[in-house]
T-cell receptor
Framework: GAVVSQHPSWVICKSGTSVKIECRSL??????MFWYRQFPKQSLMLMAT?????????EQGVEKDKFLINHASLTLSTLTVTSAHPEDSSFYIC??????????FGPGTRLTVL | KQEVTQIPAALSVPEGENLVLNCSFTDSAIYNLQWFRQDPGKGLTSLLL?????REQTSGRLNASLDKSSGRSTLYIAASQPGDSATYLC????????????FGQGTELSVKP
């Protein structure tokens, strides 16, 4: 399979600041990576699909100017939450499309915006 | 539009029981199906992947089946243990729409010692 890491595991920030979350594929060169968010007691909501070297494809209703995704290499994708507000507080999880089209997930990042 | 439903939403069983979690999907044009486990505050762990051409997969005490024609999958857990307590998510990968995964709402399992 593929091992996926995320950093940081949790972050607290003030309203109006920007936060960057890193997602790394440690043992697999990932052409395709995904970003999800998850609210308490709910399932995962896909935010965007990113392919290495090209622009991310955002799901309907997700603001691409607010959630900036960069997938500059086969092992790293970043999600930047710009001008974060309390309603952006959530659990953000990245995922890698691995061998055999099996999807592997990172441990998640808990974002709290005060 | 593909919809994935998991039943039951929650399940509590005594340790040692065998149990079955159900997943149904509305569109049989899937590439594959995955079962995941999620512990509170954690990411997802892939348990089993079943390709569309396969009928079942096994890993240890877990067995997952797939019946594409009826739009159903089951996850069978043998001899349940307290450590199996978690939320179990079923997800199907679509042939179209960029191959995205569509998740069910999950089954929250509690295994009592």
């Amino acid at each position: 399979g593929a091992v996926v890491s995320q950093h940081p595991s949790w972050v607290i920030c003030k309203s109006g600041t920007s936060v960057k979350i890193e997602c790394r594929s440690l043992d697999f060169q990932a052409t395709t990576m995904f970003w999800y968010r998850q609210f308490p007691k709910q399932s995962l909501m896909l935010m965007a699909t990113s392919n290495e070297g090209s622009k991310a494809t955002y799901e309907q209703g997700v603001e691409k100017d607010k959630f900036l995704i960069n997938h500059a290499s086969l092992t790293l994708s970043t999600l930047t939450v710009t001008s974060a507000h309390p309603e952006d507080s959530s659990f953000y999880i990245c995922s890698v499309l691995g061998p055999g089209n099996e999807q592997f997930f990172g441990p998640g990042t808990r974002l709290t915006v005060l | 539009k593909q919809e994935v439903t998991q039943i039951p939403a929650a399940l509590s069983v005594p340790e040692g029981e065998n149990l079955v979690l159900n997943c149904s999907f509305t569109d049989s044009a899937i590439y594959n199906l995955q079962w995941f486990r999620q512990d509170p505050g954690k990411g997802l762990t892939s348990l089993l992947l079943i390709q569309s051409s396969q009928r079942e997969q096994t890993s240890g005490r877990l067995n997952a089946s797939l019946d594409k024609s009826s739009g159903r999958s089951t996850l069978y857990i043998a001899a349940s243990q307290p450590g199996d307590s978690a939320t179990y998510l079923c997800a199907v990968r679509l042939y179209n729409q960029g191959g995205k995964l569509i998740f069910g709402q999950g089954t929250e399992l509690s295994v009592k010692p």
